[in-house]
């Protein structure tokens, strides 16, 4: 079959597989988008007299059908193909006739895969953002369970002060809060159509590109042509850095349920399921879901720093360097969505050993207690600090639960103020439901139905 930009030669075979990479296979995750997207230019094109109505029926019709056969696996693409743009075209000219030929009219394959990125980007986003407000809640939901269970509080890995298994579960759910609002920012920058810009510079036709945007249920057009096609990679470089962030955060999560998990420390167990075996030691359990979390994040923030230094020297309009963001953004976002759902199942099947945590209080931990203590008998503080700590081996011992209630100003141990954080993601979620919800009717009135874009691919997660 032709490629989209095909003439009057064959591309040397050597170039052909250079060029088209793994192109081919990674679109297979952008054909439902194109689709929609595709869709979407075709009534336009109507609106402004380059397709019948007719031509639009048969178009619309074979659309979906692709759709339908994609979500089976029945619809494949081959390198020959290049991308799904051209397998997508060459199916439509099979079927469709002419029309199948018109449906490119006043459009590049540049702002086609934009417009596909920005719809299935979006489609992903939303599933991202679900998944983080339920792990969210499942750390909510252990903080409040455990809120008066004493942990000992650690700086520079050292005993430090009192602290909670409350405080330290709640500060992984408000981190992970302020993640999110980096992820409701990527959103919104996705959330512009970029269909009309074409190479960068527009067409001599009058198509109408609030109408395809509004058809499409973005939020509004992305203005500037150049801009457009200048944004490529940038866009998916700001939604990685959202995911980024978010599994910065579960790294270090992993970090601290693997260590305080060792037999030494014993605040945690990891059930059974969760923990994998050596091949020579017999007693071995090992946190691998947690160990390969970690490096996962550092694989994300890998695949962010690829795609700035990719775009980093280009000139303006598009360049070919830009399909290499692709690979890296894919990959990079499913692996941010397996790795919330590991530690969501991790936090929800933790067990808290609260004698092993009691046992973790030495008496040097309540050093900081004992000099306030001084102080409220009006000893100035810097020398009460010189009292106590030169003579820790005398320090009184303190009851750590009692301790915990004693402090319970706004966010401490006594008063972790888990409301707010519950309000922060219930608000989230109603503002997640009712955008679903606009787009559920706007592909519906544009379709017929609801696609599911990314839910197949993620099945297996």
């Known amino acids: 079959m032709a490629k989209i930009w095909?003439?009057?030669?064959?591309?040397?075979?050597?170039?052909?597989?250079?060029?088209?990479?793994?192109?081919?296979?990674?679109?297979?995750?952008?054909?439902?988008?194109?689709?929609?997207?595709?869709?979407?230019?075709?009534?336009?094109?109507?609106?402004?007299?380059?397709?019948?109505?007719?031509e639009y029926t048969i178009l619309k019709k074979n659309l979906i059908m692709i759709m339908k056969l994609h979500e089976k696996g029945e619809f494949s693409l081959s390198k020959s193909d290049e991308d799904c743009h051209t397998a997508i075209e060459n199916f439509l000219i099979t079927h469709c006739g002419d029309a199948g030929k018109k449906?490119?009219?006043?459009?590049?394959?540049?702002?086609?895969?934009i417009a596909a990125i920005r719809v299935f980007s979006r489609d992903i986003l939303i599933i991202f953002k679900e998944i983080c407000f339920s792990l969210i809640?499942?750390?909510?939901?252990?903080?409040?369970?455990?809120?008066?269970?004493?942990?000992?509080?650690?700086?520079?890995?050292?005993?430090?002060?009192?602290?909670?298994?409350?405080?330290?579960?709640?500060?992984?759910?408000?981190?992970?809060?302020?993640?999110?609002?980096l992820l409701s920012t990527a959103y919104d920058l996705n959330n512009r159509c970029p269909l009309g810009s074409a190479a960068s510079y527009?067409?001599?036709?009058?198509?109408?590109?609030?109408?395809?945007?509004a058809l499409l249920g973005f939020e509004k057009v992305q203005n500037n042509v150049l801009y457009v096609n200048n944004s490529r990679g940038k866009i998916e470089s700001i939604i990685l850095s959202g995911v980024e962030h978010v599994v910065l955060t579960l790294s270090k999560l992993a970090q601290d349920l693997i260590l305080f998990s060792l037999p030494e420390f014993g605040y945690f167990s990891l059930p059974d399921e969760l923990c994998s075996g050596s091949s020579i030691m017999p007693q071995k359990k090992n946190p691998d879901g947690l160990e390969l979390l970690r490096a996962k994040s550092a694989s994300i923030s890998s695949s962010v720093f690829q795609l700035n230094?990719?775009?980093?020297?280009?000139?303006?309009?598009?360049?070919?360097?830009?399909?290499?963001?692709?690979?890296?953004?894919?990959?990079?976002?499913?692996?941010?969505?397996?790795?919330?759902?590991?530690?969501?199942?991790?936090?929800?099947?933790?067990v808290v050993n609260k004698e092993k945590l009691i046992q973790g209080f030495r008496s040097e931990i309540f050093a900081t207690h004992a000099a306030l203590d001084l102080v409220k008998k009006g000893v100035p503080f810097r020398e009460a600090y010189r009292t106590v700590g030169t003579n820790l081996q005398s320090l009184d011992s303190y009851d750590p639960e009692k301790v915990l209630k004693e402090i319970h100003y706004t966010g401490t141990t006594g008063n972790l103020c888990l409301e707010q954080p519950r309000e922060a993601v219930e608000t989230g979620k109603q503002a997640l439901d009712k955008e679903k919800e606009r787009l559920e009717k706007t592909m519906n009135a544009l379709l017929g139905f609801i696609p599911h874009i990314s839910g197949f691919f993620l099945k297996g997660l």
């Open 202 to 213: 527009g067409v001599p036709l009058p198509l109408d590109r609030e109408f395809t945007s």
């Open 6 to 54: 095909q003439k009057n030669y064959d591309l040397h075979k050597l170039i052909e597989t250079f060029t088209v990479g793994e192109d081919y296979v990674l679109d297979m995750n952008l054909v439902t988008a194109d689709c929609i997207a595709s869709l979407a230019h075709a009534q336009m094109l109507v609106r402004i007299g380059i397709l019948t109505e007719d």
């Open 309 to 350: 230094q990719i775009l980093r020297a280009l000139p303006s309009g598009y360049n070919r360097d830009s399909q290499e963001t692709k690979a890296p953004f894919l990959k990079s976002l499913y692996t941010g969505i397996g790795c919330v759902k590991i530690m969501e199942l991790t936090i929800r099947k933790t």
């Open 137 to 181: 809640t499942a750390l909510l939901e252990f903080a409040e369970t455990y809120k008066n269970y004493p942990m000992p509080g650690r700086t520079h890995m050292q005993i430090a002060m009192p602290s909670s298994v409350g405080l330290w579960a709640g500060a992984f759910a408000e981190e992970l809060i302020d993640d999110v609002l």
């Open 103 to 113: 449906i490119h009219t006043g459009r590049s394959r540049n702002d086609q895969v």
